[in-house]
């Protein structure tokens, strides 16, 4: 059974900083790309960072960009986002999507990530 599964949203104050994680399993993890997308209330699902099979390439939002990192680790089936700086237009709830071009594409349930103070 496919499970991905997020974790480490929460509320954080502008500026603030929080690592999300998606665990994965029941797929073979080292062959899909990751990637983490965020819906905020009213607007459309949009890609915020992307990392390869492999780990060696990396995409980003213009809007992230400089303030979140993506990263995975093969050896835990989990992919991370790093989220510095963060911002109220951050707000919104995270997703971590896996893909593989050859089939398979599986997402998560998403975690709440609010920006106030």
């Known amino acids: 059974q496919v499970q991905l599964v997020e974790s480490g949203g929460g509320l954080v104050q502008p500026g603030g900083s929080l690592r999300l994680s998606c665990a994965a399993s029941?797929?073979?993890?080292?062959?899909?790309?990751l990637s983490w997308y965020r819906q905020a209330p009213g607007k459309e699902r949009e890609l915020v960072a992307r990392?390869?099979?492999?780990?060696?390439?990396?995409n980003y939002a213009d809007s992230v960009k400089g303030r979140f990192t993506i990263s995975r680790d093969n050896t835990k089936n989990t992919v991370y986002l790093q989220m510095n700086s963060l911002k109220p237009e951050d707000t919104a709830v995270y997703y971590c999507r896996a893909l593989y071009s050859l089939g398979g594409d599986y997402w998560g349930q998403g975690t709440q990530v609010t920006v106030s103070s």
């Open positions: 990392v390869s099979s492999s780990g060696t390439s990396t």
């Open positions: 029941g797929f073979t993890f080292s062959s899909f790309s």
